[in-house]
């Protein structure tokens, strides 16, 4: 097994922290190693105690780790949309060759050029993201390398994003002893391989419905448009169950999942279930029916806020339809009520690999997909992210700064990942 192939994956949720260690061989993704654990310290994608994430961090790579066998060095981070702002971009250079073939320099110099503008200080950059090259007065081009020509340019979106947030999240990835090999927007790195062609092309809205928030990205012309967090996610359900049922919120999560039914219509009203109540021995009776109208009225009131934030968005119509994906879609149901308040075609985002084949893990298998799909393009594959046992001293500034660079021709990703290194410098 090659170690070149070998990516692991860190996505730092409000519900869960999912770790997942995975071979990509000849463009096919082998998960080996998953880690999931209930996250600590994080509020609605937001960092709000470093030491309980870290804990955290820390309990969902061991897991993965004791599956393999492996140590995890390196991870392919995920970044949450809070904050985020799209932007377009344009990088413009002269052709360097003698021939006036276009070079991996090249391609590395137009987008480098992509970001020399003002970006506010409290603001940084997560990725760009090419939408077309343009060859002299040739556009809509993919790949320019081996083209001969005069004029490179490149129209782009650039991703940034709250340096506050950003530097809490790195420093939790950090004093869990792990160094980041790249960083990609969640909702991108997912949304990219959970949509079909004609769905990035046609419009279509992607849904990530998680713990403590839903994101709503919208793929449009195959780019990413846009993308907004909503306050609401499946945690709220778990609370609204936990104050009517006056259960604890522990007791209440196991409902949810086990009883769980969004669609009342479909809801079964014949079988009934004890639930314990707060500071009483004894138990209420309550059937899935009951549950559902109260689930229900929440998914209901959540699915309302998407449709108005795509209407702030200025998105009129959908010919992709909607796709749910996200912890929160595994509920029996969800597909009929998003289907009877969104008014559109939608259906659910399911992973097909074994060992991850649920919607929670479609942000952690995008961003190893995405991170394969990089080093291609850019010529990468030099990693190792896995090997000996991590020296958490490495990660102090000072021991970093004497580290050798890589040796490897780094993608604009990379460097833009170095930006983030700046932080604990």
């Known amino acids: 097994m090659s170690q070149s192939n070998m990516y692991v994956s860190l996505d730092i949720g409000s519900s869960t922290i999912k770790v997942l260690i995975g071979e ?15 996250s ?52 413009v250079v002269a052709v360097n060759s003698v021939n006036r073939e276009i070079t991996d320099d090249d391609l590395d110099r137009v987008m480098e050029s992509a970001q020399v503008m003002s970006v506010a200080p409290e603001r940084e950059i997560v990725n760009i993201i090419p939408k077309q090259f343009i060859v002299d007065d040739y556009d ?53 391989f959970a949509l079909t062609e004609d769905e990035m092309n046609h419009g279509t809205a992607f849904i990530d419905i998680g713990g403590g928030s839903t994101t709503v990205s919208v793929f449009w012309e195959n780019r990413f448009a846009a993308t907004k967090v909503l306050p609401v996610g499946g945690d709220h359900i778990t609370k609204d169950l936990s104050i009517i049922l006056k259960t604890p919120t522990e007791q209440a999560r196991k409902i949810k999942h086990q ?43 959540l699915f309302e806020l ?42 659910i985002h399911t992973p097909e690999y074994i060992g991850v084949r649920e919607p929670m893990y479609s942000t952690a298998v995008g961003l190893i997909r995405y991170a394969s799909m990089e080093d ?37 990703l990379g460097k833009t990942k170095r930006f983030f290194d700046s932080f604990f410098e």
């Open 306 to 347: 998407v449709l108005e934030e795509l209407y702030h968005l200025g998105i009129r119509d959908l010919p992709g339809g909607v796709v749910l994906t996200g912890g929160t879609t595994k509920m029996d149901g969800i597909l009929q009520l998003a289907r009877h308040v969104l008014n559109t075609r939608v259906r």
């Open 140 to 192: 809509e081009i993919k790949d320019p390398r081996g083209m001969i020509g005069v004029r490179l340019e490149m129209d782009g979106t650039m991703i940034t994003t709250s340096k506050t947030l950003v530097h809490n999240i790195l420093r939790c990835v950090e004093r869990a002893g792990l160094s980041i090999r790249e960083i990609y927007l969640q909702p991108l790195a997912s949304g990219t």
């Open 40 to 91: 600590a310290g994080i509020r609605k994608g937001s960092i709000v105690d470093i030491d309980a994430t870290v804990q955290s961090i820390r309990k969902a790579v061991e897991q993965a780790e004791r599956m393999t066998g492996l140590q995890v060095k390196e991870v392919v981070l995920g970044i949450p949309s809070n904050g985020v702002t799209l932007q377009d971009v344009k990088g």
């Open 259 to 301: 009883y769980g039914h969004a669609f009342y219509d479909d809801a079964s009203d014949d079988e009934l279930f004890e639930v314990p109540v707060i500071g009483a021995d004894t138990k209420d009776q309550y059937s899935q029916k009951y549950i559902s109208e109260i689930i229900g009225v929440r998914l209901e009131e």
């Open 376 to 412: 291609v393009f850019f010529g990468e594959g030099h990693f190792e992210p896995m090997g000996q046992a991590y020296d958490e001293t490495a990660a102090a500034p000072a021991a970093r700064k004497s580290q050798e660079p890589k040796q490897a021709k780094d993608s604009l």
């Open 24 to 38: 990509v061989d000849g463009g096919s993704l082998h998960v080996i190693g998953v880690g999931n654990v209930q």
